[in-house]
């Protein structure tokens, strides 16, 4: 089993849609989550850091539920500029960053 | 967020040589890292790198072929050895955000090695 595992998508909305991401991982010692956006050919980019009650930043809302082991992102009200793969992130106790496979999403006009 | 630049972008090398990879940072960090994202994949990681000690290696990467510098706060260098055409990757280094409360890390643009 992946240590984090996604849905590799594609997901494939039009402009405006809501659409939501899942996430789980294995290790319950993970200390930390995020979600990162990455580009074709470019590197990873942070998006969110993920607090355990749940957090907004603007069109996108992160939360974590840490009894199930499972993160989700949801993007509101998606723009063209939202195409890319979504990177979630766990980090365990010795800082090491464990990456989910991505998603893709695809926001067509 | 620290400004992170690497060199080379890109590179294509033969089979049997080796390439260094610099990573530079604007601002002094404590935590360097190297990943490695193969066609089609998500990030591993490589190692740690450690200012004044030899770099801590994840399961599956070795020394002698991921040898790697790290010789003050700002700088670090990675090598691929001996490379073969299964090492044709996007190579990465990260740091920690300074000043950051959740230890975020921030990703340098790559190096993307193609070796024939």
């Known amino acids: 089993r992946k240590e984090v595992e996604q849905d590799p998508g594609p997901f494939n909305v039009p402009e405006g849609a809501t659409v939501a991401f899942n996430c789980t991982y294995s290790?319950?010692?993970?200390?930390?989550f995020f979600w990162y956006r990455q580009d074709c050919r470019k590197e990873p980019k942070l998006l969110m850091s993920?607090?355990?009650s749940g957090n907004e930043d603007g069109r996108f809302t992160a939360q974590l539920n840490r009894a199930s082991q499972y993160i989700s992102l949801l993007i509101r009200d998606s723009k063209l500029s939202d195409s890319a793969t979504y990177l979630c992130?766990?980090?365990?106790?010795?800082?090491?960053?464990?990456f989910g496979s991505g998603t893709r999403l695809l926001v067509r006009p | 967020s620290a400004v992170i630049s690497q060199k080379p972008s890109r590179d294509i090398c033969q089979r049997g040589t080796s390439l260094t990879i610099q990573c530079q940072v604007d601002s002094q960090v404590t935590m360097m890292f190297w990943y490695r994202q193969q066609p089609g994949q998500s990030l591993t990681l490589i190692a740690t790198?450690?200012?004044?000690?030899?770099?801590?290696?994840e399961s599956g990467f070795v020394i002698d072929k991921f040898p790697i510098s790290r010789p003050n706060l700002t700088f670090s260098t990675l090598t691929v050895s001996n490379m073969s055409p299964e090492d044709s990757s996007i190579y990465l280094c990260?740091?920690?955000?300074?000043?950051?409360?959740?230890?975020?890390?921030?990703f340098g643009p790559g190096t993307r090695l193609t070796v024939l």
């Open positions: 290790n319950s010692a993970s200390q930390s």
């Open positions: 992130v766990a980090m365990d106790s010795s800082y090491k960053l464990i």
């Open positions: 993920v607090y355990s």
């Open positions: 790198a450690n200012q004044g000690s030899e770099a801590t290696y």
């Open positions: 990260s740091v920690e955000g300074v000043q950051s409360s959740y230890n975020e890390q921030f």
